[in-house]
């Protein structure tokens, strides 16, 4: 498949009204089948308007902007520290990476400085995001293809890992935990021993879903060369994460642009050649298994690190501690004056990317020196990623269209903001 | 024959309709219950629990059946505007009727009503095997007639798979059953029952038997092989725009179907109702209560022995759907006409070749059948073993571009 060069491969994106329209004279009579935008396996509201010749999939046209929910244009009429909340809505499978995305471009704004700890923490939460987001993923893809167990295995693990959320911040999902200058509350004191827990138990349960899926002769039939997506056409389309990686890019943010102390981890980037379905399923359970690794270090490093500041000491971003407003008043100011109006930045602007479990986020705001943003922007994987979906497809058939789309993991929140 | 026998008859039938329609019921509870145990979940165990006086409740969900035929009934019954209506209504009926003709012609246990007739088989018919074969196959007129008359592309779909599917697993069914006839030499199904008194075909036959579970499972489009609903695909395939009790229908054809071609194969290969010691326990209950009394032992006992086999091998069914994922279209097409088929094939040459060089005793043949079956079952299984390009996952430590 990579023999031909990009440039002879049709790379073309329909829109559905090229999909929809009569055929003309001479051309061959095609079935136009609309998959969603309430269909069960299209992850959310994809519309896929799909061009079929019998059972063969001749083009496919995603169509999307059914859960635009405006949230880069609302977070410009709310302050710094209310906007945060919009970004657990985007990627709603890995709501803690986004919160990262975004604080971390708001402190390089500020230009603040964040305690160890708080750092530590944040990549302890976002590597078990990154392990539940791939179990939401390997559930679906597997449900998807209707191995069914596989999905109620893979919830049970993320359900011990959102009462780790719900431990640290009260939230399952919309956790909003990680603020500007480090975290919303300290790690509660059980921190430690449940997320040993968890880590405990993990690997052998990874290994459970790949007794059920790996070796399966069926699982590989369905998977094995479907939906190849090689490294050139990845490149081309701007794909990152898993899609890329399993192209053979060894492309991951968390090594190439380190963030978070990330480059002081021990771990390594999982790559795989072919680029096909079964491709990217061996990649993001490689991945599991390093970020269970990543959460080890961090867990041994919070340990090494003791109590702490969880949060900048620095006033005119985080408020100052309950008890300190009763009787200082500089602190009272402080507060008062961050809850009414927020912080100021400096006027300029901030790109900040990370490496979701999705591929490359990243955040960009403009600052106007007021307390809210003049424009926030997000480059979301999933929105990126689809992009690939027609090239992908053509060609395949309809049970294999779904294969590929959950393979390709899009959250429709987050294509759609 | 007088006009009683004719009600008697018209008894039967009734009763063996309501003794399938129940057996479905509660084969939908068993692999609910089934399935949510495989999968770590409770599954349905609220609907008609006992109390008990220290506060415990006992037999959860026995009325589970009851209640999901409750809300069936008062859903409403809508057919789409587009869709052609008489068409639409009557195929739910040609899907559940051959479901349920099936069960005549299998022997479910053996009480001798004192004439030489067998009270557990409502018909025994000279060419048994050919109805039932005739009969599981015309089930699929429901299915297509439904998927093209909802006027729907996923129902449509869904019809056109089912066709291709069935005519394509017929073939490999029939030859599979076809070793079994040629052991037997008989198409009744009590003489096949029978036969096996010695020794169950499941040995001879053991490639049959395999065939037969696949074929058989495709045929009554179950997983692995329901593409033909296809959820994830095509939403719910022919029974996409069914609702209320036209959709129960098809429910209950799908359900029946897979029942009675367990069933079948309990006949066919796993000695039917026969199970060792029985003979000797109605000798010695007729010998101290008298033949009626004996009798209906043996018919119990053998009803009773027939359902446990059948309860097996739906157990795997069940598993098999909680394990498996879906194969695709074109994969199933390959494996009923390039692997089954051939194999269905080589099963009967082999049972015709046994059975004429070697001497008429079950335990020589069986054995050497067995083997010849096994051996063709591992050759086959090496030799369509599918080439993949290799795949591996290799650990970037440091890139060089950092």
């Known amino acids: 498949m990579t023999s031909a060069p990009v440039a002879t491969r049709d790379l073309s994106i329909p829109s559905p009204g090229d999909i929809t329209r009569p055929a003309l004279a001479g051309e061959k009579e095609t079935m136009v089948l609309n998959m969603g935008p309430h269909h069960p396996s299209t992850h959310g509201v994809l519309r896929l308007v799909v061009e079929l010749d019998g059972e063969t999939v001749v083009n496919v046209a995603p169509d999307v902007g059914f859960l635009h929910t405006g949230i880069e244009k609302s977070m410009e009429s709310k302050t710094y520290q209310k906007s945060l909340v919009m970004t657990d809505r985007t990627d709603y499978l890995a709501p803690l990476s986004n919160n990262l995305c975004y604080v971390l471009a708001v402190e390089k704004l500020l230009n603040c400085e964040i305690p160890p700890r708080a750092t530590a923490a944040r990549v302890l939460l976002v590597e078990l995001q990154r392990i539940s987001s791939h179990l939401v993923w390997l559930g679906t893809h597997a449900l998807d293809l209707a191995a069914m167990s596989v999905f109620l295995y893979g919830f049970r693990e993320r359900e011990q890992i959102l009462d780790i959320f719900e431990l640290v911040s009260g939230a399952r999902m919309m956790t909003s935990y990680f603020r500007v200058g480090g975290l919303a509350y300290d790690l509660p004191a059980e921190f430690p021993a449940t997320v040993q827990a968890f880590l405990d138990i993990i690997d052998g349960r990874i290994d459970e879903y790949e007794d059920l899926l790996t070796h399966n002769p069926l699982w590989l039939e369905r998977t094995k060369g479907i939906g190849i997506l090689d490294a050139e056409a990845a490149v081309a389309f701007g794909v990152t994460g898993p899609g890329l990686r399993a192209a053979g890019i060894s492309w991951d943010l968390r090594k190439d642009m380190p963030y978070c102390d990330y480059d002081s981890y021990d771990f390594a980037v999982p790559i795989a050649q072919n680029g096909d379905t079964y491709d990217r399923y061996l990649v993001r359970m490689a991945e599991m298994r390093q970020s269970a690794r990543i959460c080890r270090q961090a867990l041994q490093r919070l340990h090494d690190l003791g109590p702490g500041p969880y949060v900048t000491t620095d006033r005119k971003i985080a408020p100052p501690p309950k008890s300190e407003i009763t009787h200082s008043m500089e602190s009272l100011i402080h507060h008062f004056k961050l809850w009414t109006e927020g912080f100021k930045p400096p006027r300029g602007d901030a790109f900040v990317a990370i490496e979701s479990p999705r591929g490359e986020l990243a955040t960009y705001i403009v600052s106007d020196g007021s307390p809210k943003p003049y424009r926030v922007h997000m480059r979301t994987p999933s929105f990126v990623n689809l992009q690939a979906l027609p090239y992908m497809a053509r060609g395949y058939l309809v049970a294999d269209l779904v294969a590929l789309t959950a393979s390709m993991d899009p959250v429709l929140g987050e294509v759609d903001r | ?402």
């Open chain 2, 1 to 402: 024959m007088t006009w009683l026998d004719i009600v008697i008859l018209i008894v039967k039938c009734i009763v063996l309709t309501l003794a399938a329609t129940t057996m479905f019921a509660y084969f939908t509870l068993f692999e609910r219950r089934l399935l949510a145990r495989l999968q770590n979940r409770v599954g349905p165990n609220r609907a008609g629990a006992i109390p008990l006086p220290g506060g415990q409740r006992i037999l959860g969900g026995w009325l589970q059946p009851a209640a999901d035929a409750v809300k069936l009934f008062f859903k409403e019954d809508v057919v789409p505007v587009m869709a052609d209506k008489w068409v639409y209504i009557m195929a739910p009926g040609f899907a559940v009727i051959p479901a349920l003709i099936i069960w005549v012609a299998i022997p479910l246990g053996y009480w001798p009503d004192g004439a030489g007739g067998n009270l557990l088989q409502l018909a025994e018919i000279d060419v048994a095997i050919l109805y039932l074969l005739a009969v599981t196959s015309v089930g699929v007129y429901g299915i297509a007639i439904a998927g093209w008359a909802s006027n729907n592309k996923y129902s449509m779909l869904g019809g056109i798979r089912a066709t291709a599917q069935v005519i394509s697993y017929e073939l490999a069914l029939g030859l599979a059953v076809l070793g079994v006839v040629m052991q037997a030499q008989s198409f009744r199904t009590d003489t096949i029952v029978d036969a096996q008194t010695t020794l169950w075909y499941i040995v001879p036959q053991f490639l049959g038997f395999v065939i037969f579970l696949v074929a058989s499972t495709a045929e009554v489009v179950r997983a692995p092989f329901d593409l033909v609903e296809a959820e994830q695909e095509l939403v719910g395939g022919y029974n996409t725009e069914y609702g209320s009790m036209k959709f129960a229908l098809f429910f209950m054809s799908e359900y029946i179907k897979l029942i009675a071609m367990n069933a079948i194969a309990v006949t066919l290969f796993l000695g039917g109702w026969k199970v060792p010691g029985l003979q000797t326990l109605a000798d010695a209950v007729t010998a101290s209560f008298g033949a009626n009394i004996g009798n209906a032992v043996f018919g119990l006992t053998s009803l009773g022995a027939f359902l446990l086999k059948v309860t097996v091998l739906s157990f795997v069914s069940v598993w098999v759907r909680a394990t498996l994922p879906r194969v695709r279209y074109d994969q199933l097409m390959d494996l009923g006409w390039k692997v089954l088929l051939p194999l269905a094939l080589i099963n009967v040459a082999l049972t015709a070749i046994v059975n004429v060089i070697l001497p008429d005793n079950i335990w020589i043949s069986g054995i050497v059948l067995f083997v010849l079956g096994l051996a063709t079952l591992i050759g086959a299984t090496i030799l369509s073993r599918p080439k993949y390009t290799s795949s591996q996952v290799t650990m970037v430590k440091n890139n060089a571009r950092s």
